[in-house]
């Protein structure tokens, strides 16, 4: 099956536009991970984009799409807050089924083999809350052209859409009339385009106007999860920590895009399997005037040479300064894996903690001030047990010694229940402190 992805640049042609991301250099990653995870699934991956994005996505960063069409610049007309029609556009222009795969969506395994005969695809279903609706309550009176399919929304039971942070299928027919009924829904509201939110706008003639018409013409469509998750609700979908042992499946819509932590970790990833391309990226982000943005050169060899050297130094916990933040952010990737296998195993390791953090306190509140490298300092909040494990943890601990050592703080050490608490409480916090980067683990085994 074919997989494509969009990218318009809404009239937004600068490297340091951010796209509703933390920050643009991760807008950019997003590419760089999505299309190359989807290479190693699929051999036809193709990219639908405008000139700016053909300059960006596969002059600068060398993108390893299979096909690329330039077609997109017919829509910079629109004003760029109605992202969603690049992508509807796209999905007209095909002529054999496919899935199209946003550039913040990101996949460890095949998607279902029934997607192949599917006549529509979709990521899930969604269910509108009352923020959905105080939206669609707010914008309503301001359009003067309604869609009949979205007549009834908000007023009896017709509340659900569909996430499209993955869409296609086999019924090419329904995605014509699909793009022209969203097409026909802004442009003959265009005058009010100044007195509307249009990036809320999106939501409706996107994925609300998807659902209401396959609902409409019977047409059946099949998700990639069966769970139906609240428009502003989602969990879970950061989780890099957990792929790809427990997830295989990421997408970072909404907030998950601005979190700082989440946006490391993905760059994390991107170092130490695609060193090239990151490279590409900040040799591209290093001709700009952010001097904060100094470019590392990586290569694969370059990430197999740190990666020993970091083991050693943890391993003997003798840190050397130089180039410690990137070696340290090669090393956490997949960490956590490691340390499911142990749990799992019942096998004992050592813990070691890692310099480049410290315990500070305002406002009679602690938290750690973690240093991060091209990024500010990030600050998490601890407990009286993160004090104590903590402070066990000045030297190198054998797993299994720490739970001993811990047991000791419990004023009842003969309570069971309590103890088996206070160890699942332990476990908790250390797969927190390797996705914070705070400690290191290995087994002398």
């Known amino acids: 099956m074919k997989i494509i992805q969009s990218f318009w640049s809404g009239n937004k042609k600068k490297e340091d ?66 992202w969603a029609l690049a992508k509807i556009k796209t999905y007209a222009l095909q002529n054999e089924p496919f899935i199209h795969v946003d550039g913040d969506v990101f996949i460890w395994k095949e998607f279902p083999g029934n997607f192949s005969s599917a006549s529509l695809i979709a ?4 269910t509108a809350t009352d923020y959905y609706f105080f939206t669609w309550n707010r914008m309503k009176p301001f359009l003067s ?12 039971t017709s509340n659900l859409s569909v996430n499209m942070g993955i869409t296609g299928g086999s019924d090419l027919l329904f995605f014509q009339q699909y793009a022209q009924r969203a097409f026909e ?7 009010i385009w100044k007195d509307i939110s249009l990036f809320n706008f999106n939501v409706f003639f996107e994925q609300v106007l998807f659902y209401r018409m396959a609902e409409l013409k019977n047409i059946g469509i099949e998700y990639l999860f069966s769970q139906i998750w609240a428009d502003n609700l989602y969990e879970g979908f950061g989780d890099f920590h ?24 993905m760059e994390g990833y991107i170092m130490k399997f695609y060193p090239d391309f990151y490279s590409n990226l ?3 982000l290093g001709n700009t005037e952010d001097e904060e943005r100094s470019p590392y050169s990586l290569n694969a060899e370059m990430v197999f040479k740190l990666s020993e050297e ?18 340290r952010n090669i090393n956490n990737v997949s960490l956590n894996e ?30 750690l001030e973690i240093e991060e490298s091209n990024s500010v300092i990030r600050f998490y909040a601890i407990d009286e047990v993160d004090e104590l494990m903590l402070q066990e943890l000045s030297k190198p601990e054998y797993f299994f010694d720490l739970l001993k050592k811990m047991k000791l703080h419990l004023e009842d050490q003969n309570d069971e229940e309590a103890i088996q608490e206070l160890a699942e409480i332990i476990q908790r916090k250390i797969e927190i402190y390797i996705t914070l980067k705070i400690v290191s683990i290995y087994s002398n085994n």
């Open 17 to 82: 536009e951010n796209y509703g991301w933390h920050d643009s250099e991760f807008h950019w990653m997003g590419w760089i991970l999505s299309v190359n995870q989807l290479i190693k699934y699929y051999d036809k991956v193709e990219l639908y984009t405008d000139d700016f994005g053909y300059e960006i996505l596969i002059n600068q960063l060398k993108l390893p799409y299979t096909k690329v069409h330039v077609v997109l610049n017919e829509l910079d007309h629109f004003p760029s807050e109605l």
């Open 282 to 284: 900040r040799q591209m």
């Open 310 to 327: 970091f083991e050693l130094e943890v391993k003997s916990n003798k840190f050397i300064a130089s180039d410690f933040l990137l070696k």
């Open 242 to 265: 957990l792929v790809p042992y427990q997830k295989h499946y990421l997408h970072l819509l909404g907030d998950f895009k601005r979190n700082g932590s989440i946006c490391r970790a």
């Open 145 to 156: 052209y309604m869609p009949s399919e979205m007549q009834d929304f908000n007023i009896n």
């Open 123 to 126: 990521q899930n279903i969604e």
């Open 338 to 367: 490691l340390y499911n296998s142990f749990l799992i195993q019942n096998k004992d390791f050592k813990i070691v903690r890692l310099p480049g953090f410290a315990i500070v306190e305002k406002d009679e509140e602690k938290s």
């Open 185 to 191: 829904f802004v442009e003959k509201n265009k005058q």
